[in-house]
């Protein structure tokens, strides 16, 4: 994170001051939307980007949320990183770029993120990898009995 | 990346995955400032989407808005967008230089013409067309002589968007912006200086992907990202509405990371979208660091007082004078912000 970069150079930088900031805000959607998917199965998804925060701010929210069972990465674009917090069904997308710069942040409230699914086009493109390996194998297979 | 290829096509050949593809349109919708909900639109768009060519003019400017957006941190997914246009004329960038330069601009508005985009930065001296040009031929012309084929034109920066610095008091040039000399096209205006560097990729990136220019405030801005005022989306806000205020950059309110009004912080008169997508790769922002707002995306902000006289003492484009009683801070910051809001709803009834 760019604030822990900051700090590898030695600038001090200020919580935001009780009564300030974001974080506890957010808690709250998130509860809201943790009913909605525990009643109504409704997932949600929420642009951490489009809030202001304070100094310190962020942090706190993603320290509340902790870390819970699962963590995935994925390496295209950078990588990405998805974990579900200490609150099941309760996810952090963080979004890096090639560099390990931070590109977007999201909280999902779901069963399972997006990018944790398979889409589509690859599963069929796996169906056809796979065929053609084992065609492959049988083409040798046969090929040695012919021997 | 070719010409023909969408984007989509082009990601994929460059060895980026399907879900790559549905990470690039998320972070590409976050920086659109759409809401997630709209990403599975944003990735059929991408999908389809092909690469147009963009002009870029430079007028009386610093080159600060070309800082901003090359310069900003190191290669994302905004350097991605930007890979997505075809930039087919920039004299700072181009590696061709004198006629050559001059050709290449002539064949894309040629090869174009109609659907290219034409960004600005800087601002037009009418006062005597010598006092800036380019090859030979004074803003003015090649402004107006560009402009003719384009789909619209985006004015990067607050000299392109408003007249900005040249026109400051005096305006010894005769300084006017884009939209007081092209009236048949669309303008956006992306003011600031610079303007924030996801804010212009991010309006590329809408044009891009939709095909089509964003929703505009009445000074010609993307509502989406300058729909708000500074004031209004400032994590310093509590304090204001506490009455908690700095009044010296180094006493205790200051230290306490209190409201900046005092100290001349421009916030509750200007919109731009700082407080969310903040600078230098987010890592932060002139208030988070302490400093007011200077209303640089306003028109004339240049000449609308000291930058560290609160708004109470400050003298507006028009003239009018806020109030004099600076002492009592927040009610007058009360009055400048509805005042600021009474102004953006005004206009935009205007415009329906």
Known sequence: MNVDRLKSIGVVVEEVPAGAGNALPVLHEVLHALRRLSEDGDPTIIDLRAIPFGPGDEQALLETLGEGEITATLDSLGRTEIRETRYHGVWVVDYLGPDGERVGLQIEVTEVPGLLRTPAGDIGDAVAALQERLAAAEDTSSQENNR | ?352
């Open chain 2, 1 to 352: 990346m070719t010409r023909d290829l969408t984007v989509g096509e082009a990601l994929r050949q460059q060895g980026v995955s399907r879900r790559g593809f549905l990470k690039f349109c998320a972070t590409t919708a976050s920086m659109m400032a759409l809401s997630p909900a709209m990403v599975p639109a944003v990735a059929r768009a991408l999908e389809q989407a092909r690469r147009p060519s963009v002009i870029w003019l430079s007028f009386q400017e610093c080159t600060g808005c070309t800082e901003s957006l090359t310069r900003s941190h190191a290669p994302t997914i905004e350097g991605l967008i930007f890979d997505s246009i075809s930039l087919d004329y920039h004299h700072t960038l181009q590696a061709a230089s004198g006629d050559a330069a001059e050709k290449a601009r002539e064949q894309a508005m040629h090869d174009n013409h109609g659907k290219y985009l034409l960004v600005v930065d800087g601002s037009i001296p009418l006062a005597n067309p010598g006092y800036s040009t380019i090859a030979g031929i004074s803003n003015l012309d090649m402004l107006m002589e560009t402009a003719e084929g384009a789909a619209a034109v985006i004015a990067v920066g607050t000299c392109a968007a408003y007249g900005g610095l040249p026109q400051a008091n005096p305006n010894p040039t005769g300084a006017v912006s884009v939209m007081d000399l092209i009236k048949d096209k669309p303008i956006i205006n992306v003011p600031g200086c610079p303007p924030i560097p996801a804010v212009i990729t991010g309006v590329l990136a809408h044009y891009l992907t939709f095909g089509t220019i964003p929703e505009l405030d009445h000074l010609g801005r993307p509502k989406a990202y300058f729909g708000t005022n500074i004031h209004d989306r400032c994590y310093r806000r509590p304090f204001y509405e506490r009455g908690e205020f700095a009044s010296t950059f180094d006493d205790e309110g200051a230290r306490k990371g209190w409201c900046l009004y005092k100290l001349g912080c421009k916030g509750p008169v200007t919109y731009n979208a700082c407080a969310t997508a903040k600078w230098n790769g987010g890592t932060s922002w002139p208030v988070e660091s302490g400093h007011g707002c200077i209303g640089c995306s306003e028109p004339a902000f240049w000449d609308r007082g000291g930058f560290y006289q609160p708004l109470s003492q400050a003298t507006m484009t028009s003239g009018t004078v806020l109030g004099a009683a600076a002492a009592a801070g927040l009610a007058v910051g009360v009055g400048a912000a509805l005042m600021g809001r009474g102004k953006h709803k005004q206009a935009q009834e205007e415009q329906k």
